[in-house]
């Protein structure tokens, strides 16, 4: 009598392929955080020296500085995976969208649309396809 064994890899082959995407969103991230440091230490906000402004690199160090202030993580629902960059510095959400008193100083989304090319192939190389690129805002309270 003659066997024949049939033997799934589907479990490895989706592991290595979830494993492949978020290699690649994880160095989407590391694109747009590279370049929203860049922009919080330009000189003041929308370039402009002003007598109150003073950069005392928190905000720059805290961007997706996993163990302190920062955010950076991968995030898995059933039909999503995306990656957060971000701050904990309160007022990186200030500096972001301006206040009732403070013209806004974008950084964070900035970062996002200059690099969206770079963004877009780092995606491809770890085999995934970009179907958006969605920015939201939101501050994070210390844990």
Request: hydrophobic share 35%; proline share 5%; charged share 30%.
């Amino acid at each position: 009598m003659t066997e024949v064994i049939i033997k799934s890899y589907r479990k490895e082959r989706e592991k290595e392929i979830i494993d492949n995407l978020e290699k690649g969103l994880s160095n989407a991230g590391m694109i747009v955080a590279r370049q929203a440091k860049k922009n919080v230490t330009r000189p003041g906000p929308s370039g402009i020296l002003n007598h109150w402004w003073r950069d005392t690199g928190e905000l720059a160090g805290s961007i997706a500085d996993e163990g302190g202030n920062g955010v950076f993580r991968i995030e898995k629902t059933i039909n999503e995976v995306a990656v957060l960059v971000g701050t904990k510095v309160k007022y990186g959400l200030y500096l972001e969208f301006g206040t009732p008193r403070m013209p806004p100083y974008p950084w964070l989304f900035p970062a996002v649309e200059s690099k969206r090319e770079e963004i877009k192939e780092a995606i491809k190389s770890g085999g995934g396809e970009l179907k958006e690129i969605e920015i939201v805002g939101g501050i994070w309270e210390k844990e």
